[in-house]
Nanobody, 124 residues
Framework: QVPLVESGGGLVQAGGSLRLSCAASGRTSRPYTMGWFRQAPGKEREFVATVNYNGRGTPYADSVKGRFTISRDNDRNTVYLQMNSLEPEDTAVYYC?????????????????WGQGTQVTVSS
């Protein structure tokens, strides 16, 4: 098991910024990929962004490109999601996830461990 703990969610006005963090504890058998997903009420969980262990190859969902940035600090086993220019449509529970796949997955099925989620609410 690799527990993941998210933090940084909250309420923000449209146009504002938030930074989410996700700390992974425990060890894995090989370098891992980290990703962020989100789920809005009544909708399916959707991919947001992912980052390989070396920090390269960071695919983003089209809806967040240019506004969100994913990064990681391997010394702290932590992944971050900087969210700028937030919109009411970004309101959702945000989940971080860890994958042991060699290629960074962009679907939820590719991830092996999940955090509990953190609520992000953007008011108009």
């Amino acid at each position: 098991q690799v527990p993941l703990v998210e933090s940084g969610g909250g309420l923000v006005q449209a146009g504002g910024s938030l930074r989410l963090s996700c700390a992974a504890s425990g060890r894995t058998s090989r370098p891992y990929t980290m990703g962020w997903f989100r789920q809005a009420p009544g909708k399916e969980r959707e991919f947001v962004a992912t980052v390989n262990y070396n920090g390269r190859g960071t695919p983003y969902a089209d809806s967040v490109k240019g506004r969100f940035t994913i990064s990681r600090d391997n010394d702290r086993n932590t992944v971050y999601l900087q969210m700028n220019s937030l919109e009411p449509e970004d309101t959702a529970v945000y989940y971080c996830a860890l994958s042991l796949a060699f290629v960074a997955p962009i679907t939820a099925e590719g991830y092996h461990y999940w955090g509990q989620g953190t609520q992000v609410t953007v008011s108009s």
